[in-house]
């Protein structure tokens, strides 16, 4: 396939990139410490979100696609108003980078994963951290909501991916066989596979 646009502007290195909801958006993310909002058929920057002290490791919107989430190696998360480019709501509590930061499916619950191996749950109006999964022995280095909202699946730097309740905050499973760090995953919209 042929390139069809060219998002410049970043200083440095980019780590992550993502669109919004009806494509019209995309959100990146910076070792400039930055992230940027871009207009995804004019390749034209609408916004840079300046805050961080650090690279920024993640950007994500919102759902509904009015904010955006970044994550970011200074050990917080941020959510950021796509209209204004203000921050909004930092969550900190992390001793570690935070390399990854997602909405859950109603963009009322925020979940960090950092090297600190803890993966945090965040009330996504307020910053509030409701819930911390520790224990993971090893780098958290992805997390992600299942679509009904029961579970957060973890990527592990030791190879595993282990899944946890997000009404009791207890590890209900783990996945093994990798030689290798898992660096990312995702649900089935159905949540029947990852």
């Known amino acids: 396939g042929a390139c069809i646009r060219t998002f410049g502007g970043h200083t440095m290195s980019l780590n992550a990139a993502a669109p919004s909801a009806d494509g019209s958006l995309m959100a990146t993310a910076s070792d400039d410490e930055t992230a940027r909002i871009w207009c995804s058929a004019s390749g034209e920057c ?12 993640a950007a994500t919107f919102s759902p509904c696609s009015n904010k ?14 796509v209209v204004t480019g203000e921050c909004l709501i930092t969550c900190r509590g992390h001793d570690g980078v935070v390399s990854s930061a997602t909405y859950d499916r109603t963009g009322q619950v925020v979940v960090t994963a950092s090297d600190d191996e ?16 520790a224990g993971l022995r090893s780098f958290a280095m992805d997390a992600k909501l299942s679509p009904d909202g029961r579970s957060v699946a973890v990527a592990v730097f ?29 649900w089935s919209p159905d949540d029947s596979a990852m």
Do not use: P, Y
Request: glycine share 12%.
């Open 68 to 81: 955006v989430l970044t994550a970011s190696r200074d050990h917080t998360a941020m959510v950021w108003s």
């Open 46 to 57: 609408r916004k840079v979100l300046q805050g961080h002290g650090h690279f920024v490791c």
């Open 158 to 186: 030791d190879g595993t991916v282990q899944i946890w309740d997000l009404e009791t905050g207890r590890r209900t499973g783990t996945m093994s066989g990798r030689n290798g760090a898992v660096h990312s995953l995702s």
């Open 118 to 133: 803890t993966v945090k749950v965040w009330a996504a109006t307020t910053g509030d951290c409701t819930m911390t999964f």
